[in-house]
């Protein structure tokens, strides 16, 4: 059956943490990473049955075996990767399951090697957990971001480095990790004692259809030293249910996962179980629907940004982020400007790249038309 995602219900009377930052102005958000789409009607109703059974108590997330089983299918399915169950642990977001590998992987003065550009609360997790970062930047070969491989063959040579953190899909350039440079991650990783927590939680957001997932996990020279992070949330819409997982192979290494994240990380909830399950087991035909609305608002998207004078854009090979290059606008402060015209995009300052912003484009057609008109200046936003 098609689904209609140009039907979004409006979302500004209600507490979205998106919306509200703007609340009062007349500033179309595009920031933060969630959908303005409803959740497949299959999520829907298994919420619904839940809610109709009327009961909220406690439930064991390792013995739900049912959403334990879904997340077997979808990754042997989507990602060619069969797991056995026992390795997977569930966490309640991969904020806090990256925060919790640092705790299991280093001590305090350790070094932890962060990808940048990279999102905010990646950037700050090594610090609050009382080490230091160390930035492995991002080049751009043959017009396509990548991780800088020679910076981190150097910093991964020093011993206090013990941990590496990258997003894969990159958050937020959108590239993919090809097995040449997962290859290049993992012999540098083993080479050097370094462990690595790869957060893949736009894996099932590829709009490049030459390109294939590679789950660091599935990889024989990284089974034993990853932590693979993955959810249902972006791709569903479903991050405020506060579920996710993460698959770890090696028995040590979980573990040590498991120890530190015991009495600080909550269980995932049983309304995110249900909708991971459902996800995972009957959405296959929403899921390949969403991906074909991504790939023409993406379309829209580069063809009006690289219109507009002093933006940039390439077309990423994930994600539904767009990362822009507004160094050509030479304004003191490119967040405001895209804020007079009414758009309020993630600042790349958060992301350690002042000069850019990123623009969420999961949302309606109009909506999209509407910021894209509003950045090339064809539509004022109305005077507060």
Not at 229 to 244: D, I, Q, R
Not at 251 to 276: E, I
Not at 341 to 365: K, T
Request: hydrophobic share 45%; charged share 20%; net charge negative.
């Amino acid at each position: 059956m098609p689904f209609n995602f140009d039907d979004t219900p409006s979302r500004q009377e209600t507490y979205s943490y998106k919306w509200q930052k703007y609340k009062g102005r007349d500033i179309i958000p595009a920031w933060i990473a969630d959908t303005e789409f409803r959740c497949a009607p299959a999520i829907l109703d298994a919420l619904a049955a839940k809610v109709e059974h009327g009961i909220m108590g406690y439930e064991l997330p390792a013995g739900y075996t049912t959403a334990i089983e879904a997340v077997v299918r979808w990754l042997k399915d989507k990602h060619d990767w069969e797991i056995d169950a026992d390795w997977l642990v569930w966490t309640p977001g991969v904020v806090p399951a990256f925060n919790i590998a640092i705790k299991a992987n280093c001590k305090p003065g350790d070094k932890v090697m962060v990808q940048t550009p990279n999102y905010p609360p990646l950037l700050a997790a090594p610090k609050i957990n009382g080490m230091e970062r160390v930035d492995i930047g991002t080049v751009v070969v043959d017009g396509r971001p990548t991780i800088d491989f020679a910076e981190l063959e150097t910093q991964a040579a020093d011993p206090k480095c013990k941990l590496l953190i990258l997003c894969n899909p990159m958050n937020p350039v959108g590239s993919v990790l090809s097995q040449a440079e997962i290859d290049k991650v993992a012999e540098i990783c083993l080479q050097n004692d370094v462990k690595l927590c790869s957060d893949e939680i736009h894996c099932d957001l590829i709009l490049d259809e030459s390109v294939k997932h590679i789950p660091a996990g599935r990889e024989e020279a990284l089974k034993d030293i990853s932590i693979t992070l993955m959810a249902a949330s972006k791709t569903f819409n479903v991050a405020g249910l506060g579920t996710s997982f993460a698959i770890i192979p090696d028995r040590k290494l979980r573990q040590q996962f498991v120890q530190s994240a015991a009495g600080h990380m909550p269980w995932v909830t049983l309304m995110g179980l249900a909708a991971t399950e459902a996800a995972f087991t009957q959405c296959d035909d929403w899921h390949a629907e969403l991906l074909e609305y991504l790939r023409g608002n993406q379309a829209l998207l580069v063809e009006k940004i690289n219109a507009i004078p002093g933006l940039k854009v390439h077309k990423s090979q994930a994600t539904f982020l767009a990362w822009i290059d507004a160094s050509g606008l030479n304004v003191p402060n490119v967040q405001q400007w895209a804020e007079s015209r009414g758009v309020g995009p993630s600042p790349g300052a958060d992301f350690h790249a002042a000069d850019h912003f990123r623009i969420n484009f999961a949302c309606s057609r109009s909506m999209l038309e509407d910021i894209l008109a509003r950045l090339a200046g064809d539509s004022v936003p109305a005077e507060e």
